[in-house]
């Protein structure tokens, strides 16, 4: 009987995977490949072979968009998944060799990847026949596409938050959230896709644009946020408040349904117009301003009825906020004191629940500071040489400053 039951408690060796091929528009001779290759692999565990198809009328609606095949491996009960579209082939080592790179280092492996980069230096097919394992002809990359090979569990965050559009498909979104709350990089073959900024706090070789980040609880935070800021003197006043040297600022807010979301989202595009915020491009047709991070903390249930207590929301701010702060890397964080947030508005709408919510999320987003201060970062790749061979403490954030601020007055507290 226990062994119908999924612990995800696998050994160091276990070598247990799930073959998932997606057939989308490929022809039943390109499955009989796949399913010949699946069911002769070598050295591990004979893996558990699933096909995924559909015959939907709405095909043209769906094609190159988000298509479900993560939401399949999230059902699979073993140590590794590997998911295979129908116009890739696999060999009868291509779990074991994906294994060994596993072993190299941890990441979601696949061979191509598409890699935000200036120039288009064409696609190339990864791992070849005949490579060797001790040859690294391997490279991280911003998302992969035609194949994935990843540790199982690590799909439980793969539906953590929504995709912002059908149009980014899964295996952006797949990489995203890998990074963002694992700190799990995307490998495979060299270099391939073509322009420069790719989804915001996710893209390998992209610096971000912002320099502080502003948390509020509401749109009157920020806007008590922009007046000090058009208060400040003008340049190269001495001792002046933090506030008006922010550069280009971005507001993160909870995105709760206790909260006004949409009076945060425009007073957040107003810090943003007046910070000069930037934007990225998630594809090459799709422009995307970057003007605030809407944590959308339990999953953006504004309208429901089911009151989320504190223990599911305050950590679903944690994970979120910390990805944010790891991604970012924010120079400063600005946080308003329980005091400064807590207008009639806000305190009127607060769920009726809880108490002392003001108080509650101000420690939790501390508490958050703590955890981004004392964690690891994962730079951008094309950073990661500078940060293996400075000191030990350097690869931690220390350097990002927080300070609490009052409403009534410029009185600020360093964190």
Same mark, same amino acid.
């Given at each position: 009987?226990?062994?119908?039951?999924?612990?995800?408690?696998?050994?160091?060796?276990? /070598? *247990?995977?799930?073959?998932?091929?997606?057939?989308?528009?490929?022809?039943?001779?390109?499955?009989?490949?796949?399913?010949?290759?699946?069911?002769?692999?070598?050295?591990?565990?004979?893996?558990? $072979?699933?096909?995924?198809?559909?015959?939907?009328?709405?095909?043209?609606?769906?094609?190159?968009?988000?298509?479900?095949?993560?939401?399949?491996?999230?059902?699979?009960?073993?140590?590794?998944?590997?998911?295979?579209?129908?116009?890739?082939?696999?060999?009868?080592?291509?779990?074991?060799?994906?294994?060994?790179?596993?072993?190299?280092?941890?990441? $979601?492996?696949?061979?191509?990847?598409?890699?935000?980069?200036?120039?288009?230096?064409?696609?190339?097919?990864?791992?070849?026949?005949?490579?060797?394992?001790?040859?690294?002809?391997?490279?991280?990359?911003? !998302?992969?596409?035609?194949?994935?090979?990843?540790?199982? /569990?690590?799909?439980?965050?793969?539906?953590?938050?929504?995709?912002?559009?059908?149009?980014?498909?899964?295996?952006?979104?797949?990489?995203?959230?890998?990074?963002?709350?694992?700190?799990?990089?995307?490998?495979?073959?060299?270099?391939?896709?073509?322009?420069?900024?790719?989804?915001?706090?996710?893209?390998?070789?992209?610096?971000?644009? =912002?320099? /502080?980040?502003?948390?509020?609880?509401?749109?009157?935070?920020?806007?008590?946020?922009?007046?000090?800021?058009? %208060?400040?003197?003008?340049?190269?006043?001495?001792?002046? %408040?933090?506030?008006?040297?922010?550069?280009?600022?971005?507001?993160?807010?909870?995105?709760?349904?206790?909260?006004? $979301?949409?009076?945060?989202?425009?007073?957040?595009?107003?810090?943003?117009?007046?910070?000069?915020?930037?934007?990225?491009?998630?594809?090459?047709?799709?422009?995307?301003?970057?003007? !605030?991070?809407?944590?959308?903390?339990?999953?953006?249930?504004?309208?429901?009825?089911?009151?989320?207590?504190?223990?599911?929301? /305050?950590?679903?701010?944690? =994970?979120?906020?910390?990805?944010?702060?790891?991604?970012?890397?924010?120079?400063?964080?600005?946080?308003?004191?329980?005091?400064?947030?807590?207008?009639?508005?806000?305190?009127? *709408?607060?769920?009726?629940?809880?108490?002392?919510?003001?108080?509650?999320?101000?420690?939790?987003?501390?508490?958050?500071?703590?955890?981004?201060?004392?964690?690891?970062?994962?730079?951008?790749?094309?950073?990661?040489?500078?940060?293996?061979?400075?000191?030990?403490?350097?690869?931690?954030?220390?350097?990002?400053?927080?300070?609490?601020?009052?409403?009534?007055?410029?009185?600020?507290? %360093?964190?």
């Amino acid at each position: 009987m226990g062994d119908e039951f999924y612990t995800s408690s696998f050994a160091r060796s276990d /070598t *247990s995977t799930t073959i998932i091929f997606n057939v989308f528009r490929g022809s039943p001779e390109a499955l009989k490949l796949q399913l010949e290759a699946a069911l002769n692999q070598q050295k591990v565990t004979p893996p558990d $072979v699933w096909v995924m198809s559909f015959n939907s009328p709405n095909e043209n609606a769906y094609k190159e968009v988000f298509h479900g095949r993560f939401l399949l491996a999230y059902m699979a009960k073993t140590k590794y998944v590997l998911v295979v579209d129908d116009d890739r082939n696999i060999d009868s080592t291509t779990v074991y060799d994906y294994i060994q790179y596993m072993n190299l280092q941890k990441g $979601v492996w696949g061979n191509f990847g598409h890699l935000r980069a200036s120039t288009f230096d064409g696609y190339k097919s990864w791992p070849n026949v005949g490579y060797n394992l001790n040859s690294v002809d391997w490279v991280e990359q911003d !998302y992969l596409c035609g194949m994935w090979f990843l540790e199982q /569990t690590w799909l439980e965050y793969f539906m953590k938050e929504r995709p912002p559009s059908w149009a980014t498909a899964e295996d952006m979104h797949l990489s995203h959230v890998m990074r963002k709350y694992l700190n799990v990089n995307t490998y495979g073959g060299k270099y391939i896709f073509d322009h420069q900024l790719g989804r915001g706090n996710k893209v390998a070789n992209v610096d971000q644009p =912002l320099d /502080t980040l502003v948390y509020a609880e509401s749109a009157g935070d920020i806007e008590d946020f922009i007046e000090k800021m058009d %208060a400040c003197p003008a340049e190269g006043t001495k001792g002046v %408040a933090p506030w008006c040297s922010a550069g280009k600022t971005a507001a993160v807010f909870r995105g709760a349904k206790d909260q006004d $979301v949409n009076g945060l989202i425009l007073a957040a595009e107003r810090l943003c117009n007046r910070t000069d915020c930037e934007y990225y491009s998630p594809k090459p047709n799709i422009k995307h301003p970057i003007h !605030y991070f809407n944590m959308r903390e339990g999953y953006g249930q504004a309208y429901t009825d089911v009151e989320i207590p504190f223990q599911t929301s /305050t950590t679903d701010v944690i =994970l979120s906020l910390v990805g944010i702060l790891n991604n970012v890397l924010p120079y400063t964080l600005f946080l308003p004191s329980p005091e400064a947030s807590a207008t009639l508005e806000v305190v009127e *709408s607060a769920d009726p629940g809880k108490r002392n919510v003001l108080q509650i999320y101000h420690r939790t987003a501390l508490l958050t500071v703590d955890i981004h201060r004392n964690s690891k970062t994962n730079p951008k790749w094309f950073r990661r040489p500078d940060v293996a061979d400075s000191t030990f403490a350097k690869r931690f954030p220390s350097e990002m400053k927080t300070f609490v601020w009052q409403k009534e007055n410029n009185e600020v507290t %360093a964190y």
